[in-house]
């Protein structure tokens, strides 16, 4: 770097970045610089707060499904609730017959 020592940076400021698996990103702002409000955790990713006792929560990643999925997804619930039922039946009906 080498610019540190030449005395006339602009006055800079630390600020600490937390995220939700508690790591601590300190990075330097100069004082007129606004604080970005988001600010990506460099070693996991998640996004970081500067409140230490409130980081954001981690975001929930989720597969992409669509309606139909869901539909299918329930329905293949179904199907297997009654084809269990069905069987069942079966079975006690052989046995009680
Ligand atoms: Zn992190």
């Known amino acids: 770097m080498g610019e540190a020592?030449?005395?006339?940076?602009?006055?800079?400021?630390?600020?600490?970045?937390f995220c939700a698996n508690g790591h601590e990103t300190a990075t330097w702002f100069a004082v007129e610089?606004?604080?970005?409000?988001?600010?990506?955790?460099?070693?996991?990713?998640?996004?970081?707060s500067t409140d230490v006792n409130n980081p954001p929560p981690a975001p929930k990643i989720e597969p992409y499904k669509t309606h139909l999925a869901y539909v299918?997804?329930?329905?293949?619930?179904?199907?297997?609730?009654?084809?269990?039922?069905?069987?069942l039946t079966r079975l006690r009906g052989r046995r009680g017959g």
Request: net charge negative.
């Open 33 to 48: 610089a606004a604080i970005p409000e988001a600010w990506d955790c460099p070693r996991c990713g998640l996004p970081t």
């Open 72 to 87: 299918r997804e329930r329905r293949s619930d179904a199907d297997g609730d009654a084809l269990l039922e069905e069987a």
């Open 5 to 17: 020592e030449r005395g006339d940076t602009a006055p800079r400021q630390r600020i600490v970045f």
